[in-house]
């Protein structure tokens, strides 16, 4: 599966717009409330639509909820209103199990549900598949499924609630559980470490039993070791009850005594290789590289260090290579990290850049996200401006017979209060001061 347009009629802050994406990886920057994570959301309406073809599907597909449809403002009176604007619709382009499709979602009424209409041709390619999976599963062969996942910036601390259903389904044994119990939970903000922790100890279990390794499992820990940045081995522990990583430099931590970037990075890898495990069990150890889906990550720079920014994308892309990932982020460090994958700047032209040239830290920061001057800080072109100014009104103040003189002296005044806290910078302000009176 794989989206190759999205276009988005008055969802949220958008009242039409289209965005190709890149086939791989698709970074969106702007200034907060560009609409990025709106974007995000319509894909995840997008994506989820997969779920409807799936008979007894786990979950539901999500749906068009009623704050992301757009707000207009209408003036009437002696004050304006918001009213909602409807049809909100997301319609996606893309290619599901080798055949390209169109398919939309769209809310009619603001009271009312999200309609399917859209999706029939969507709809059928899913089942035809699903029942060529049984046809060739009495031949032994089985075909692949994709992943749908979506990742919100609540993923670390937000456990999603647990029902009794899902816990029989993440205590039944391997073989047993359905292929899509994968997509149960995979397009809500939140990572379940709960769940990653119990289907990792059911793993080690069987592999236990069956004494010898399991490649499925392997494949989740390379995972893990390969994006965690000073990891060389990752495992269950039985005698702490939790997963365990290893570091090159010799500490070993659970999980939950990781730092937060530690954590988060580990939670992303640990879950997409996961469901790609459950979903095509029949691969083995290639099922991280051979499984294609699409992945939804806001802020992928959440609690990561620089160093780590600057490899997030190369990890992903190699553990997971026929993944599409969309993301968003506020790290130059990221941007600068794309090697001919796609960037979307929102506050900008909207259109899907690749980005080939080796780009400094300071021409990301300035050409891509507007800051001006990301050389100096903010505080230092201050002081660079102030110092312009004060040299200006000292000439002012040499001619006493300036009719501005009085207004200067007062400036000078507090411009060098301004600066109090810069003692140096004040007392060269100051000498100068004395110097031309």
């Not at 969507?122 to 062969?141: N, T």
């Not at 809500?188 to 490649?215: C, F, G, Y």
Request: proline content about 4%.
């Amino acid at each position: 599966m794989r989206i190759d347009q999205l276009t988005v009629l008055n969802f949220r802050r958008f009242e039409e717009n289209t965005f190709e994406l890149h086939p791989r990886f698709t970074l969106l920057v702007g200034d907060n409330g560009a609409g990025k994570t709106a974007l995000l959301e319509a894909l995840r309406v997008g994506v989820g639509a997969y779920l409807l073809g799936i008979d007894n599907s786990p979950v539901p597909a999500p749906s068009i909820r009623r704050d992301c449809v757009r707000l207009e403002t209408r003036q009437g009176g002696e004050f304006s209103t918001f009213e909602r604007v409807i049809p909100c619709v997301v319609r996606c382009e893309g290619r599901v199990h080798g055949q390209d499709l169109r398919w939309s979602r769209k809310l009619t009424s603001v009271r009312g549900r999200t309609n399917r209409v859209g999706t029939r041709a969507l709809e059928q390619c899913v089942k035809r598949h699903a029942q060529e999976d049984k046809k060739a599963m009495k031949d032994e062969q089985v075909v692949n499924l994709p992943l749908v996942a979506f990742y919100g910036t609540g993923r670390l601390w937000i456990e999603p609630r647990t029902t009794k259903r899902v816990r029989s389904a993440v205590r039944q044994p391997l073989g047993k559980a359905s292929r899509f119990e994968a997509y149960r939970g995979c397009l809500e903000p939140t990572v379940s470490s709960e769940w990653l922790r119990r289907w990792i100890k059911k793993m080690e279990l069987i592999a236990h039993q069956n004494q010898q390794p399991l490649q499925s499992l392997d494949a989740v820990y390379g995972a893990v070791v390969g994006c965690v940045e000073g990891v060389e081995k990752a495992e269950y522990d039985f005698d702490m009850d939790d997963i365990v990583l290893d570091f090159k430099n010799g500490e070993r931590f659970p999980f939950d005594l990781l730092s937060d970037g530690q954590r988060t990075m580990m939670a992303l890898a640990a879950d997409v290789a996961w469901r790609c495990v459950q979903l095509n069990p029949h691969l083995a150890g290639q099922a991280l590289r051979e499984t294609e889906g699409v992945v939804l990550i806001d802020e992928l720079d959440l609690h990561l260090h620089p160093n780590w920014q600057g490899v997030i994308v190369r990890n992903l892309l190699s553990f997971f290579s026929k993944l599409q990932f969309v993301a968003t982020t506020h790290s130059p460090f990221i941007v600068q990290s794309l090697d001919g994958q796609g960037l979307i700047n929102l506050s900008d032209d909207n259109f899907l850049q690749e980005r080939k040239e080796p780009y400094s830290i300071e021409d990301v920061a300035e050409e891509t996200m507007g800051v001006k001057a990301p050389q100096r800080s903010k505080r230092f072109l201050e002081m660079e401006t102030a110092a312009r100014r004060y040299y200006e009104l000292l000439d002012q103040c040499k001619d006493d017979q300036h009719p501005d003189v009085e207004q200067a002296k007062k400036e000078l005044d507090r411009i060098e209060a301004d600066f109090s806290d810069n003692p140096a910078y004040a007392a060269f302000l100051k000498l100068d001061h004395y110097a031309a009176g």
